[in-house]
């Protein structure tokens, strides 16, 4: 699909499931041949990644104690109430019923978004966590997905990480990403680190206060295993 060209279907934003590697993977070296300095990964070392770690990626995303947001097409049966049509002029539809199994399963992936609890923590600072893996496809870019995926990340990251601060890196070429991270209220912290596929390059360190974290206890942090921004 070709930038501006409408998807045929209403994005749906909904919790990402292991069971959808294959649509991750896909959507993945997408996301690294779309945006290469977007992420901390390559394409040729995601190409080269096997169907098993692929699954371990999928199931490390969808576990608790992290938020893994994706919005996919609603693959719902043609005479559905909800049944897919264009996205309308300016905004995004309200959340529909998700199809289950198999419809699922064909849905294809296009954004995703994700917040971890950070580690390790700064035991000086209030709980942290980061935003990483942020991608709308170019299709759906200034259609407010993005808008709508962002603030239920923060909320996420808010109620159910417990986290009092809400960080994220972000290229210092990527313009179009850092004025979207700046209308949500991230602010740049002045810190700066080398990019690590090119250290040369950086990347401008951006956070965000979140409210007061609602009744939920905050989960114990643990170390969490390498994640891929
Ligand atoms: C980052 C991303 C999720 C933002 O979603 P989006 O739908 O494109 O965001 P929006 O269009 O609502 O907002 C982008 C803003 O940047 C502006 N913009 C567009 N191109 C720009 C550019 N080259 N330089 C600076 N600003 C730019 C837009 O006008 C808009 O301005 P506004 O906030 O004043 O309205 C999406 O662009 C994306 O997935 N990009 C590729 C992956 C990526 O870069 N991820 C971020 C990794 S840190």
């Given at each position: ?21 294959k649509q991750?993977?896909a959507l993945?070296l ?9 992420y ?8 080269e ?5 692929w699954?371990?990626?999928a ?13 996919g ?30 419809d ?12 971890v ?5 700064d035991p000086?600072r209030?709980r942290?966590?980061?935003l990483l ?12 997905l993005?808008d ?5 990340a923060i909320?996420?990251?808010r109620?159910e990480?417990?986290a009092?601060?809400?960080?994220l ?7 179009r ?16 680190e080398?990019y ?5 390059r950086?990347?401008?360190?951006m956070?965000l206060p979140?409210?007061?974290?609602c009744a939920?206890?905050?989960p114990?942090a643990t170390?969490?295993p390498?994640?891929?921004?």
């Open positions: 699909m070709t930038d501006g060209e409408l998807p045929v279907t209403r994005p749906v934003i909904r919790r990402f499931e292991a069971g959808e590697w991750y993977r993945r997408e996301m690294l041949e779309d945006a290469p300095t977007a901390v990964e390559s394409l040729d070392s995601a190409r990644q096997t169907d098993r770690q699954q371990e990626r199931a490390l995303m969808a576990a608790s104690g992290c938020v893994s947001l994706v919005a097409d609603a693959a719902e049966p043609a005479d559905s109430p909800h049944s897919a049509s264009p996205l309308p002029a300016g905004g995004v539809p309200a959340e529909v019923k998700v199809p289950a199994g198999e699922l399963a064909a849905a294809r992936l296009r954004a995703l978004m994700r917040v609890p950070k580690v390790p923590q000086d209030p942290q966590a980061v893996s942020v991608y709308v496809g170019p299709e759906l870019r200034g259609s407010g993005a709508e995926m962002l603030r239920r909320a996420g990251a109620d990480l417990g009092v601060v809400l960080e890196g972000v290229h210092e070429a990527n313009g990403a850092q004025a979207f991270y700046s209308r949500h209220g991230f602010k740049d912290t002045g810190r700066r080398p690590p596929l090119d250290p040369d950086s990347e401008i360190i956070e979140l409210d007061a974290p939920l206890e905050a114990e170390e969490a390498a994640e891929y921004s």
